[in-house]
């Protein structure tokens, strides 16, 4: 796949997200369509922001249109690309659900989590049923540890990996841009390690991601405009687990995505304590709202965030690709 492609890529996905955006907020806005957030800082947070899932829709949306496009062009509308594509356009109408029963049925908890959790492992069955008619293998594998030819074990790992990762970006999206920036470098980290094994349709797939997200981000970024929402984020975190399966590198996922994994991980860490020692380790989870609460500014905590993201992704490539 060459440069220009690549840049095509790019550019379709950000130029559609750029110019629908300003209509759509604009639509919203003189239908006073919004969410209020009140949080347990809600003196610092309290605003009225646009419809979540309206917003983030775009980015998917955007996303659609280029792989099929691009993909037709190159020649790379290949079961991967579809597949991939279809589990972040599923994960997204997921979300979107999600949000349209916290919006408009003001509901706060949107789906059950049983609700949301099935539907999840739908779409993760509906991914494998294509992975096993392409006969790609199956084993589950611990790099230098053990190699275990089982289906069983595979497909309940492949389940648990997209279920988890897409709750785990969700958990990350709480800040104005903190997932919209993280996002852009691990789907831009693998779309290097797509390219690196010649697997244009991946690659593809992973830089209309990146351009989408460019595009959101102007609106996304501290002051928001939009929201990510479910609709983008659970879509983000499932499109990242099938890419890491579909490469043959889902243990990546715990460094590139190492940022997601310790937001996850701060929250059972203190539901664990508070329900076993009836203490907190941190002042708030996920745990950038515990930085947040030490007085860190929402800007310090993306930057540093993107920072940590980014240098996890470079020890990644530079040691395994």
Not at 105 to 125: F, Y
Not at 187 to 202: E, H, K, P, S, V
Request: include cysteine; glycine fraction near 8%; proline fraction near 2%.
């Amino acid at each position: 796949m060459e440069i220009s492609h690549i840049v095509f890529d790019i550019v379709s996905s950000f130029v559609i997200v750029a110019i629908l955006m300003p209509f759509l907020i604009g639509y919203l806005v003189a239908h006073k369509e919004g969410q209020s957030i009140r949080g347990l800082f809600w003196e610092l947070h309290e605003k009225i922001v646009l419809t979540p899932s309206n917003m983030s829709l775009l980015v998917i949306l955007a996303a659609l249109i280029t792989n099929i496009w691009v993909g037709a062009w190159q020649g790379q509308l290949t079961h991967s690309l579809l597949i991939t594509t279809f589990v972040i356009v599923l994960y997204g109408c997921i979300g979107f659900i999600d949000d349209f029963i916290k919006v408009f049925k003001k509901r706060n908890l949107g789906l059950r989590a049983w609700q949301k959790a099935l539907l999840q492992i739908i779409v993760g069955i509906i991914f494998l049923y294509v992975y096993n008619g392409d006969q790609l293998p199956m084993n589950f594998t611990i790099p230098g540890v053990l190699s275990i030819d089982s289906a069983v074990i595979f497909i309940l790992f492949t389940l648990f990996w997209l279920v988890g990762f897409s709750n785990a970006t969700n958990l990350t999206d709480g800040l104005d841009g903190l997932l919209g920036g993280l996002g852009t470098i691990s789907y831009a980290t693998y779309g290097i390690i797509a390219l690196n094994q010649n697997r244009a349709d991946i690659a593809i797939v992973c830089f209309s991601v990146v351009g989408a997200l460019l595009a959101f981000l102007l609106y996304n970024h501290k002051p928001a405009k939009i929201f990510m929402g479910d609709v983008g984020s659970l879509a983000l975190g499932a499109g990242l687990a099938a890419i890491s399966i579909l490469l043959g590198h889902y243990w990546s996922l715990l460094l590139i995505g190492f940022v997601y994994v310790v937001e996850t991980m701060s929250v059972m860490l203190q539901v664990f304590s508070f329900k076993v020692f009836h203490r907190r380790i941190f002042k708030m989870t996920p745990i950038h709202h515990h930085f947040e609460m030490l007085g860190w500014s929402e800007w310090k905590i993306d930057i540093v965030f993107w920072i940590v993201g980014l240098i996890c992704s470079a020890i990644y490539l530079i040691l395994f690709v």
